[in-house]
Structure formats: structure tokens, C-alpha cells
């Protein structure tokens, strides 16, 4: 029989912790709805007592998000413990996460004081929060590089103070694999009272091991991982919800466990927090990255093509991906060649195509990428005259004080049409006013700047994806005026539809 894996998502306290990706009060909220629609178990909702917004923050979670456990930081102080009960007085599933550190490190020079004494008051805060909430659970800080004889004593003290889960955190990313998953191991075998507690993984990403570390951890007896959205956290990041989740997935025969993720939602949910956190995800990012089910190479794309399985142990749909990307370069050989041709209408005999091919390796050779109007060239369809769509007028008004207003002005067919709106910025007023003129349903999928060089006079290249009626078109531009340049690539996309 399967067992399960609690899913616990630090995403709201431990990622958010990252310069720059602070959410307010309404934001917080918004991912915790989406994280409830994931099929998360723990949401981990804030530090309450390091300031008046999380302490809010956990408050109002408790408030509209009632089927997973809603847990709040503290560290093993009085004060601490009081204030995230008050906090999460609203809860209907709570928890209280306190802990100490445990290293040498930690004991000598960061606490400053003696082993003993960071038991007493380990197991004083824990009994302390058993005052306020029955699900308490206890992290042994910095445990991936303490001493495994003094962990298990520390662990079994805890346990025997009212811990329900025990956390063992890798906090500076410094075990490999079979280190760690060991130090699972030997707790699960020397700490007598470990059966009434939950083994949980809590492990970052400093050496870039945070997802093997907590797999050993779940094959060593853990049955809980701490995880964020897109690997988001302090430094080089948390261990990864998709990561964790998908490899478990992929291995559940093998592992014997299962999560209560709907995967399907994952790239949905990663794109929420990419946006809010204003963090982009890295193109080459496992599971969510824009490139994770890319295919540019000719060799790769003839084995997609022929059976997905060839080159890809996910599905994209799986993770809320719709389709495998075939990208034409330089690299690519005649079955994506001929794929890209019959998605566009065509079909040419194999004298034709070779021809064709022979031309678009000449072009690709100077071009990056080839796009679809690279492709009607190619075969003769070469364009005639203007697009059917280009934008002709752009002014936006926008300042501290002032509400972005934009006026668009689009050539439609040879006939320029204006519309104005307003927006959250300059940009969004202008996509608003784009939309006026369209009268298409659009939605917005991805939007990613990129500085070219450096500098305030910098050219941003713009790169946008959108939807309509189930399809995905891409847009591209480059302009000294970012505005211009999003506006521009977002037209580019939409005059894509046919």
C-alpha cells in the first residue's frame, strides 16, 4: 500500500523571505487560495511576530483558507508562541512551528551556549505551544551539520514534549544526498519514541542538492517535505514543490508513496507566483521553465515526434503544460522541418522538402530562431505589403500622481482605428486599449523583459505568449522604450492568429 507524503509549502514564509519578493496582505491571500487548489497539506503562513503585515497576513489566511493545516513560524521564545496563537486563533487546522538551533555553529556562536541547555529550552517551547494548539512541530535549525548522537537526543526530548512533527533541516544546503537521507535513517532507528512523530525534510538549495537531499529524506522515512513554489527561498532557494512532487510521481512504484497534488495545476500556480513575486522562472528550469518541454535539437525532435516518451518522462499535460514545443534552429532536422510545414497547411513530396530544407538551414544559420513567417517564405508564400495588423500609434500618460492612461493606434487591414484606456500601469493600459480594437479573447500567458546590454539606455527585448481558443501564439520585439516594445511584441503575437 501507497503512503503518503505530506506536502508542506513555505512559499508565504520561507520564500518570501527573498529581497525584493515581499507580497502584501491581499497577494498572500491569492496564493494561498491557489496553493488550497493545488492540494497542498501545510501551508506555512508567515513569522507572525516579526511584523504587524504577517502577523495580518496569517490572520486573514486562517480566515478564508480552512482545508489545509495553517502553521505559523516562531522561534523557542514565550512572546513568539503567544503571538502566532492570536494569530491563528481564526484557524480551523493549526499548527505552531517553533525549534532552535542545533549545530555547533549555532550552539557556540550564534545562541552561545550549551547543549544542554538548547534541549531544556527546545522542549520548553514546545510544551509551551502544546498549551495553545495540539499540532506543534519542532525544527532542529542547521541539523543537516549537527552531530547525529545529539540530533536524536534532541529529536526524542521534543517528541517526549509534545512535538508532532519534527523538522530536520539541511539550512545552509550543505549535505549530499547520502548524508542526509543517513541522518534520517539514524534518527529513525536510535530515537525510541520517533513512531509519534512526523519526520519532515526541510532542505536548501546552496549546493544545488535541496530536491535529492529530500528525496533521500522520503526514501529514508521522512513522510513530510517542506517545499516552496518554483524553489523560491533564501539564497539559492528552497527545495522545489514541482521537483519534489513530480519525482515522487515518476518513482511512486518504486518508492511506494503518493501526494495529494493535482499536478495539473502546477504550471498555473508557478506562473501565479512568478508574477506576484516578481521573481521570473529560469527558462531552463525543471518542470515549469518556459524551455522544460523544448525541443531544438534535430535528433531530440525526431524521437518526440515519433514517441513522446523518447526524450520527455513527463507529459506536459501532467503539469498544466498543453503541448510539447518544437523550436526550429540551425539544429533542427526534416521531421521537425516537416512537422512546423504540416501544422501550417503544407505537404510537399521529399524532392520538395529537401529543397526546402537546404534553404532553411541557409536561414537558420543567421537567425536564432525561425518563426512561422520565416517558414511561408521558405516555401514560396512569400508576404505581400503591410501585416494585416501593426501598431501605428502609441502615447501613454503615467507618473506617481497620475493614472496610466494609454492611447493605441492599430492599422487594421490598411485602415488605422484608435482606442484609449486606462490600466494598473502603462502597459496594462495599453494591452486594455489593444484589446478594444481586437475584439478577440486574449489571454495573457507570459511576459518576460530582458535587458540586451546594460544601462538606462538599454534596448529590452520583449518576449510574450498568449492564448486564444486553446492555441498559443508567440510575439517578440526590442526597443529602447520598454513600453513600445511590450505593446509591439504583444500586436506581433495577436496578428499571428488566423
Not at 530515537?191 to 519532515?200: E, Q, W
Not at 525541443?295 to 518522462?313: A, C, F, P, T, W
Not at 503544460?321 to 521537425?336: C, P
Not at 486594455?432 to 538606462?456: K, N, P
Amino acid at each position: 500500500m501507497e503512503e503518503k507524503v505530506i506536502v508542506f509549502d513555505t512559499t508565504l514564509r520561507d520564500g518570501e523571505q527573498v529581497p525584493g519578493c515581499q507580497l502584501n496582505t491581499v497577494e498572500k491571500i491569492q496564493v494561498a487560495q491557489a496553493l488550497d487548489e493545488l492540494g497542498v497539506d501545510v501551508i506555512e503562513a508567515g513569522f507572525p511576530i516579526s511584523s504587524p503585515g504577517d502577523f495580518n497576513s496569517v490572520m486573514e489566511i486562517s480566515k478564508v483558507v480552512t482545508r489545509p493545516v495553517i502553521c505559523a513560524l516562531t522561534r523557542a521564545v514565550k512572546k513568539d508562541i503567544e503571538v502566532a496563537s492570536e494569530a491563528l486563533q481564526y484557524a480551523k487546522r493549526k499548527r505552531i512551528h517553533t525549534g532552535i538551533g542545533v549545530s555547533p555553529y549555532h550552539i557556540e556562536y550564534k545562541i552561545k551556549t550549551t547543549p544542554e541547555e538548547i534541549i531544556r529550552r527546545a522542549c520548553d517551547a514546545v510544551k509551551y505551544a502544546r498549551k495553545f494548539v495540539d499540532d506543534v512541530e519542532f525544527y532542529a535549525e542547521d541539523a543537516g551539520r549537527a552531530d547525529n548522537e545529539y540530533l536524536a537526543k534532541v529529536i526524542e526530548a521534543v517528541i517526549d514534549a509534545g512535538a508532532t512533527v519534527v523538522n530536520i533541516p539541511d539550512t545552509t544546503g550543505y549535505c549530499l544526498p547520502e548524508e542526509y537521507g543517513e541522518k534520517i535513517r539514524f534518527l529513525r532507528n536510535n530515537v525510541p519514541n520517533i513512531d509519534k512523530a512526523i519526520i519532515s525534510t526541510h532542505c536548501h538549495n546552496d549546493l544545488g542538492m535541496a530536491t535529492a537531499n529530500t528525496i533521500m529524506g522520503v526514501i529514508n522515512g521522512a513522510r513530510q517535505v517542506e517545499v516552496t513554489i518554483n524553489g523560491v527561498g533564501e539564497r539559492a532557494g528552497n527545495t522545489s514543490l514541482e521537483e519534489v512532487v513530480m519525482t515522487l510521481k515518476c518513482h511512486h512504484k518504486h518508492l511506494n508513496t503518493v501526494t495529494d497534488i493535482n499536478t495539473q495545476l502546477i504550471y498555473k500556480t508557478s506562473r501565479l507566483v512568478s508574477s506576484l513575486m516578481n521573481m521570473p522562472v529560469q527558462p531552463n528550469k525543471a518542470i515549469v521553465g518556459r524551455n522544460a518541454f523544448a525541443h531544438s535539437s534535430g535528433i531530440h525532435q525526431d524521437g518526440v515526434l515519433k514517441k513522446r516518451e523518447n526524450y520527455e518522462i513527463i507529459n506536459p499535460i501532467e503539469v498544466g503544460v498543453r503541448e510539447s514545443s518544437i523550436i526550429l534552429t540551425a539544429r533542427s532536422g526534416r521531421a521537425a522541418l516537416n512537422h512546423k510545414l504540416q501544422q501550417l497547411g503544407y505537404k510537399f513530396e521529399k524532392e520538395e522538402l529537401d529543397d526546402i530544407y537546404f534553404r532553411f538551414l541557409k536561414l537558420a544559420d543567421k537567425k536564432k530562431v525561425i518563426n512561422d513567417e520565416d517558414i511561408k517564405i521558405l516555401t514560396g508564400e512569400v508576404f505581400q505589403g503591410e501585416k494585416p495588423l501593426k501598431l501605428e500609434v502609441l502615447q501613454v500618460i503615467c507618473g506617481k500622481t497620475a493614472v496610466p492612461v494609454a492611447t493605441v493606434g492599430l492599422k487594421i487591414n490598411g485602415e488605422i482605428h484608435t482606442s484609449t484606456a486606462t490600466g494598473n500601469g502603462p502597459i496594462d493600459a495599453a494591452f486594455t486599449a489593444v484589446r478594444q480594437l481586437i475584439h478577440e479573447t486574449i489571454h495573457l500567458e507570459e511576459f518576460l523583459i530582458q535587458a540586451i546590454t546594460r544601462g538606462s539606455d538599454d534596448i529590452g527585448k520583449v518576449h510574450i505568449q498568449i492564448e486564444h481558443e486553446g492555441k498559443i501564439y508567440y510575439g517578440f520585439s526590442a526597443n529602447t522604450d520598454i513600453v513600445t516594445a511590450s505593446v509591439e511584441a504583444f500586436v506581433d503575437a495577436i496578428a499571428k492568429i488566423k
